[in-house]
């Protein structure tokens, strides 16, 4: 007798159910996470660096040049080539003698204007000098007397600058003294020229004798 045919598909159908399933949890847990390890890293996303402005080059210093002394507007204002450059003065122009450059020191060699006095007249040396208008100058000296130390009596020295019609600068010694002395005078000139530079004796008609050393005049 013939083997009777069955229907074999409602049989199979809940196995087949299973592989599907079976089927969609290996795709869905095993493949397709090895896919997403495959894909390709996302680029990386370079941020921009800030600008930073360059330092400002530093300026080369500039060379420091030595300044220049002014040239002396005083001739041999330190005798130390004895009278020249100055011109006797008054009285001195009659009595040469009483007119010399002595050594004070010996080092450093300082010398000085000797100048002797006893007729009590106005007598000792004298030079040019350029002043332009509108210029401050400083006129110095330093002075003693070899006579004596009685600061009671007159010793009548004095160093004055002469350009008119503008009033005299002068520097004035009154009192003996036998240390040196030194004075200064500022003044503002007024007058463009050449003034009259004298350093002499017997300012208040006085008999004295006296040294004058570092005659300057200096533009400030």
Same mark, same amino acid.
């Given at each position: 007798?013939?083997?009777?045919?069955?229907? +074999?598909?409602? $049989?199979? $159908?809940?196995?087949?159910?299973?592989?599907? #399933?079976?089927?969609?949890?290996?795709?869905?847990? +095993?493949?397709?996470?090895?896919?997403?390890?495959?894909?390709? @890293?996302? #680029?990386? +996303?370079?941020?921009?660096?800030?600008?930073?402005?360059?330092?400002p080059a530093r300026a080369a210093p500039a060379?420091?040049?030595?300044?220049?002394?002014?040239?002396?507007?005083?001739?041999?204002?330190?005798?130390?080539?004895?009278?020249?450059? =100055?011109?006797?003065?008054?009285?001195?122009?009659?009595?040469?003698?009483?007119?010399?450059?002595?050594?004070?020191?010996?080092?450093? @060699?300082? =010398? #000085?204007?000797?100048?002797?006095?006893?007729?009590?007249?106005?007598?000792?040396?004298?030079?040019?000098?350029?002043?332009?208008?509108?210029?401050?100058?400083?006129?110095?000296?330093?002075?003693?007397?070899?006579?004596?130390?009685?600061?009671?009596?007159?010793?009548?020295?004095?160093?004055?600058?002469?350009?008119?019609p503008q009033p005299e600068q002068s520097l004035?010694?009154?009192?003996?003294?036998?240390?040196?002395? /030194?004075?200064?005078?500022?003044?503002?000139?007024?007058?463009?020229? /050449?003034?009259?530079?004298?350093?002499?004796?017997?300012? *208040? *008609?006085? #008999?004295?004798?006296?040294?004058?050393?570092?005659?300057?005049?200096?533009?400030?």
């Amino acid at each position: 007798m013939p083997p009777v045919q069955r229907n +074999v598909l409602p $049989l199979m $159908l809940p196995g087949m159910t299973l592989l599907v #399933a079976l089927l969609l949890c290996y795709q869905r847990y +095993v493949q397709e996470p090895a896919a997403l390890l495959e894909l390709p @890293a996302p #680029a990386r +996303v370079e941020r921009p660096q800030p600008v930073v402005a360059p330092a400002p080059a530093r300026a080369a210093p500039a060379p420091y040049i030595i300044p220049r002394p002014q040239p002396a507007l005083v001739r041999n204002g330190d005798f130390a080539q004895g009278l020249k450059g =100055w011109d006797y003065w008054q009285h001195a122009g009659r009595a040469t003698n009483e007119i010399r450059v002595t050594q004070i020191a010996a080092q450093p @060699a300082q =010398w #000085a204007l000797q100048i002797q006095n006893p007729q009590k007249q106005l007598t000792g040396v004298g030079q040019l000098v350029t002043l332009v208008s509108g210029t401050v100058y400083r006129l110095s000296a330093r002075v003693r007397s070899t006579a004596t130390i009685n600061p009671k009596s007159i010793f009548g020295g004095r160093v004055a600058l002469f350009l008119p019609p503008q009033p005299e600068q002068s520097l004035l010694w009154m009192s003996e003294s036998t240390d040196w002395w /030194a004075k200064a005078l500022v003044f503002t000139n007024h007058v463009s020229g /050449a003034a009259t530079l004298f350093v002499h004796l017997g300012y *208040g *008609g006085v #008999a004295s004798t006296g040294e004058f050393a570092n005659i300057s005049l200096d533009e400030l």
